[in-house]
């Protein structure tokens, strides 16, 4: 356990966390909304610090990443936690868990530097779940990285608060953001979070150079097509028509089996020429 960055002391023991915009009350014994961050005692800890979950080498295409470092592989680590509550996540057996629900690593920061040397990997990536309600974790190891010449990538929904995300971006050299919906009302519906702080992490993590890309989730029955050409537009008209775009089709996953069927490739290849007639200039279809 560490002590957590990022929140307040209240009154009878209680904290807020201000790492995300959920901003959780905690009361002492329990957890914020991501399940891995404890008050304990009045202190708030972050319970999976230095206990990945998840270990492998990848391609770094599989972030999704298709311009940064193409054809070369990357160590994928994730620990247990997510703030979002997305109903068909696709790695829900790590993000919407415990941490002691988990076999775990014992891995320290200094241990995974060790390990990318060992296997001759020059990319970190911190993925799977979501990397910043991990956050002490993914920034120690991230500054480590940086002092041993290695890059890092982060693969993550974007929904944090401004001063951890800019305090974090000077590590980062590439980013995949889930940008899942274009409407505020089915963010909250489908994910329990919201759209305007996704959108901000973008721009911020563009303002510090951050290699970007961004995926989008295509779940039959979850947007309109007018919504989707909204969200290009917005795209296209802020500065990210350049940004390479995935569009991923959906399998029925956790809470989204009953009714649900995968993405039809038809609507995928819809989707594609939209983003293209507003002017995005790399799209590229996902799980086809």
Excluded at 4 to 32: A, M, N, W
Excluded at 150 to 163: C, D, F, I, R, W
Excluded at 176 to 184: Q, R
């Amino acid at each position: 356990m560490k002590e957590c960055l990022f929140y307040t002391k209240q009154e009878d023991e209680s904290v807020r966390c201000e790492l995300c915009p959920h901003h959780c009350l905690i009361r002492t014994g329990g957890t914020g909304l991501c399940r891995s961050r404890k008050n304990i005692n009045g202190k708030l800890l972050s319970m999976v610090y230095g206990q990945p979950c998840s270990l492998a080498i990848d391609p770094i295409e599989k972030k999704p990443l298709y311009f940064f470092h193409p054809g070369e592989e990357c160590l994928s680590l994730a620990c247990t936690g997510c703030n979002l509550r997305c109903k068909g996540c696709q790695n829900h057996e790590i993000s919407q868990v415990e941490h002691y629900d988990v076999e775990h690593y014992e891995l320290k920061p200094e241990e995974v530097i060790s390990l990318a040397i060992k296997y001759k990997q020059d990319i970190i990536a911190y993925t799977y779940t979501e990397p910043l309600t991990w956050y002490e974790y993914t920034f120690d190891c991230c500054r480590l990285a940086h002092e041993n010449n290695m890059k890092n990538v982060l693969v993550s929904a974007g929904y944090v608060n401004e001063q951890p995300l800019r305090q974090i971006a000077p590590f980062i050299d590439a980013a995949n953001i889930d940008l899942k919906y274009f409407n505020d009302e089915t963010y909250r519906r489908m994910s329990a979070a919201s759209l305007t702080p996704v959108l901000r992490t973008l721009e911020i993590l563009r303002e510090h150079h951050v290699w970007l890309e961004i995926t989008h989730l295509m779940i039959p029955g979850t947007e309109t097509e007018d919504e989707f050409r909204k969200m290009c537009v917005w795209l296209s008209d802020h500065g990210f028509q350049d940004t390479p775009l995935h569009l991923s089709r959906f399998f029925p996953r956790y809470r989204l089996t009953n009714g649900y069927s995968p993405t039809p490739i038809a609507s995928l290849q819809r989707a594609k020429q939209i983003a293209e007639e507003e002017g995005i200039s790399h799209v590229f279809l996902g799980n086809v």
